[in-house]
């Protein structure tokens, strides 16, 4: 059974193939992604930063615990997806965050998707070598 917060908020993010769930309350800053805390799920700094940015653009950092299930893709499109979430779950706790959420891009759904690979290429673009003779 999941530990979400009572007096939550939701809000859903994706980018390339994932999708994360996002609840957010009222809290300390503690973060659990899947079960585990944030350094365990995301090892990489970068990561972590990018999932920060929302709360740095609003100065809500150490103010709302964050609970988010990811599902799909890797852990750079999890991170990306998350602050969409994120930055969306924001939104619904207070709508005068709009203004800094859409100046930093936080409120923007990433559409970039990989091409998919074309018959007789071995890849989305590349073409095997050609022969003249």
């Not at 599902?71 to 991170?79: C, E, H, I, N, P």
């Not at 990306?80 to 859409?102: K, Y």
Request: hydrophobic content about 35%; glycine content about 10%.
């Amino acid at each position: 059974m999941r530990k979400i917060p009572i007096n939550s908020v939701y809000a859903t993010g994706r980018r390339k193939t994932s999708v994360v769930k996002v609840w957010l309350a009222p809290g300390e800053g503690k973060v659990t992604v899947n079960k585990r805390t944030l350094l365990d799920h995301f090892k990489r700094p970068i990561l972590q930063e990018i999932i920060e940015q929302p709360f740095h653009a609003v100065d809500g950092m150490n103010k709302y615990d964050v609970y988010a299930v990811c599902k799909g893709g890797g852990l750079s499109g999890q991170a990306g997806a998350m602050r969409l979430g994120i930055a969306r779950a924001l939104l619904e706790i207070n709508e005068d965050f709009r203004p800094l959420l859409r100046k930093e891009g936080f409120l923007t759904r990433d559409p970039r998707q990989k091409e998919r690979k074309k018959y007789g290429q071995p890849g989305a673009r590349k073409k095997f070598q050609f022969s003249k003779r």
